[in-house]
């Protein structure tokens, strides 16, 4: 099987929005699309640099007619504390529907803003988000357990995977659950870093693009080891047992920077199909948003 992805167009994504989220940089767009056609976001807003604020991240959800500019609400669905879980920090979310009810997956960050683990919140829509707690714990050996790409196996259970650190690099975990919080089983790691190659050091999960069953492919973010983030894809069999393939150069790459210091990052957030393209978000330098239009040859 020879597969293969190409972008046909790139457009920025901006958010109309006013208050504490206009003087935000944006991380993190889960957009997906709702019944009649319109869209729905839910975005990472961050503090700038020099700013009062001290979180790593508040929520927020919006809508649009065309997918590319959203209308935002006024307050973030999912802030900060005021328990010790998330006192920090809300960041990365992802949602999904359920028998009526909205499970959203997000990164709680402690009080140190150095250490964050897994945590979700439901309600019967996505302004009326109650915190559960924590759906996959960090361990002395997994920390940071974040950026949660779930979906159902064939046989109803919940398959997850996650981001996570281990040795001053992030990679990628996979575990299959019974609930959405679990428990979890692990499972063998789907795939790791290729020495010598633009995704050498550091992964990260990325959006699923489940299209063809057969041949589910994942959009991850990958980085060198001064974490020089690009996005690329990884297919697998049908049911995420073994790669069938894998791109050799990244999908997408950020625009040159004018300074060697400067944030030198893409970082895949999430997916919508349409029709013979899929549209896919990802935001740029932890800034700004796009959205790039990428076709599928096999």
């Known amino acids: 099987m020879a597969l293969d992805f190409n972008v046909e167009a790139i457009d920025a994504v901006t958010l109309v929005a006013s208050g504490v989220l206009a003087t935000r940089d944006l991380m993190s767009p889960y957009v997906w699309q709702l019944d009649g056609g319109r869209f729905a976001i839910l975005v990472r807003a961050v503090p700038r640099a020099g700013s009062a604020e001290q979180d790593t991240g508040t929520i927020w959800y919006g809508e649009s007619a065309d997918g590319l500019s959203f209308t935002m609400d006024d307050a973030p669905v999912l802030v900060p504390g005021p328990d010790a879980l998330d006192i920090g920090g809300c960041e990365d979310p992802t949602p999904v529907l359920i028998d009526g009810r909205w499970v959203v997956y997000y990164t709680g960050v402690d009080a140190t803003r150095s250490s964050g683990q897994m945590l979700y919140a439901e309600g019967s ?29 064939a046989d109803g259970r919940w398959r997850l995977f996650y981001e996570f650190a281990r040795d001053q690099a992030s990679l990628i975990g996979l575990a299959i659950g019974t609930d959405v919080a679990g428990p979890w089983v692990e499972q063998p790691a789907p795939f790791g870093p290729r020495a010598g190659e633009w995704d050498s050091w550091h992964l990260s999960t990325g959006p699923m693009l489940t299209s063809n069953p057969d041949v589910p492919v994942m959009f991850y973010n990958g980085a ?13 069999d049908r ?4 790669v069938v393939d894998r791109c050799i150069e990244p999908l997408i790459v950020p625009p040159p920077q004018l300074e060697r ?38």
């Open 261 to 298: 210091a400067a944030a030198d990052i893409a970082f895949a957030a999430s997916v919508v199909e349409a029709g013979d393209c899929s549209h896919l978000y990802y935001s740029l330098a932890d800034r700004t948003l796009e959205r790039a239009v990428v076709r599928r040859f096999t």
């Open 224 to 236: 060198t080891q001064d974490a020089r983030w690009r996005i690329g894809w990884v297919a697998f």
């Open 125 to 153: 829509d996505l302004r009326s988000l109650v915190k559960k707690g924590v759906a996959l714990a960090s361990s002395k050996t997994e920390g940071n357990t974040k950026e949660a790409t779930i979906e159902r196996t």
């Open 239 to 242: 049911d995420c047992t073994a």
